[in-house]
């Protein structure tokens, strides 16, 4: 850094005092993770149980500082000193532990503080980790301070901070050349998480995102940054525990049905039961309204559905087995209905008058639904503002593999559905499952997109899942009654919401 572009970076970076502490906080946390691998270059000393503990430190504030409820924007402040005409700029915890530092005179550098040994770091300051000054990430913190302060004063410093919240989603390095820091980091956190058993999974996606400018669920983060202090006290396994509650917890809220999920320990299976009927003659005629509809449709063979149509068998297996759901119901009848709206629109069934009178009697029939059952309106609006992702062809195979063991753990309603909606879901556009073995699902409308398919399955898959880890002692109950061992059980499972997450 020549003389000219130190004066010039000094200027920018003297900016910071302008502004808010939230702006503040966001561009030093930005100059923090760009800088993390420097934690595992000076910690060779440290096993990786340690290292693990002592990257949380500079992952924690970050991560906070990005986030926005109230409860956040008090855990960090970003300090300076001296009041008048900052030369020193810190990331700290509340009660003054430091965090980093950025010193722009008589000279700039900036120095990361993690506990590389035993001391505290208060008390021992030349053992936080220096970056150096010709670092091209502090070039990158004055070209972002200058981005979110320009024509930015006392008066409208909410301009400022609206502008550090773009820039959480913006590219850690703006494009420029990072020197290798973000391969870097990324290999340590790999490190990391391979040799602590998946503890850094979260940390890799929000790191990831970070780097490339699209963060992960702002949600997802906000209720991991609002761990409470005690959790992280217990370092990262305590952590990863409890990231992997919030996650599942996030599934069942996006992926909700009116029903319970239970163990039933006479069988050692999982099964579900609906809520509570209301208007159970309503029910009643909505079915038989379709019902009627479906067999002008079959009478003649030119409105293109026929008995082994898939839509034909979901709506008599509604109307025989589960009269008594109105979450499945209306969940069979929005799906057929979409079916079928996309088969006339493509022209791959015709606009007979049979056909639309059938859409038009699912449509209404949901819509009574929904009408009549609150929790079913809010569940299909839940849905509805969110876009669920495809299913990758990996993912149809776990599904697929996975399909076996939970035919054998579960019962009644729920291991139906398993294996009708996997058997579809895992199905390619010529109606035959991916995967090593054969389901017997009938030709697949590849049209459908396998919307309430895969909530069902995967509130499922995050119930189960959120049961054995509450009562991790039934596994082995299911362990007794199944071909599957119980680490098989958990892994597949795991796996399972692990999928459903990424979905959701």
Known sequence: MNELESTEVQSALRQLGWLSSYTRKVLLARH???????????????????????????????????????????????????VDRPRHYYLSKKRGERILSVTIAPRIES?????????????HPSQGIKVQDRSKSIEVLAQETRKVGRNVNLSNKEVADQRSYELTRTPLWQGLNDSGQLHDTLNQLSTINEATDGSFEFWIKWYQGLATGVPVDSVLQERVASIPDRVWFWGHKAVAHEISVIELDLLAQRAPMAETVRFNESTNKFGATPRIIESPKLLSATISQVQDALEDVLVDVSNGLNERSRETRVLHRTSTKYGNDPQRVEMDFTSVHAGLVRQIAVEDLPPSEANLALARALEEGAQALRAT???????????????????????????????PILEEISEGIVQDDFIEDISFLTADSDGLPVGAFTLGVASRNPVLAGYDEKRRTFARIAQIAIILRKFPNLVHKIDGSTT?????????????????????
């Not at 120095?111 to 008390?123: G, M, T």
């Not at 839940?382 to 399909?403: H, N, P, V, Y």
């Open 111 to 123: 120095r990361l503080y993690f506990p590389l040994d035993d001391h505290e770091l208060d008390d």
């Open 32 to 82: 923090l993770v760009r800088n993390l691998s420097l934690i595992g270059q000076n910690a060779v000393h440290s096993d990786i149980e340690e290292l693990a503990d002592i990257y949380l430190l500079g992952l924690r504030p970050a991560l906070q500082s990005f986030a926005g409820s109230e409860y956040i924007a008090n855990s960090y402040s970003a300090p300076y000193e001296p």
């Open 373 to 403: 059952h609150q929790e079913i309106a809010d569940n299909r609006r839940i849905l509805e503002a969110q876009k669920i992702a495809e299913l990758s062809d990996k993912q149809k195979a776990e599904l697929a593999e996975a399909l």
């Open 484 to 504: 599957y061992k119980a680490a098989r059980i958990l892994t597949t499972i795991g796996a399972l919401a692990t999928i459903g997450i990424a979905l959701f």
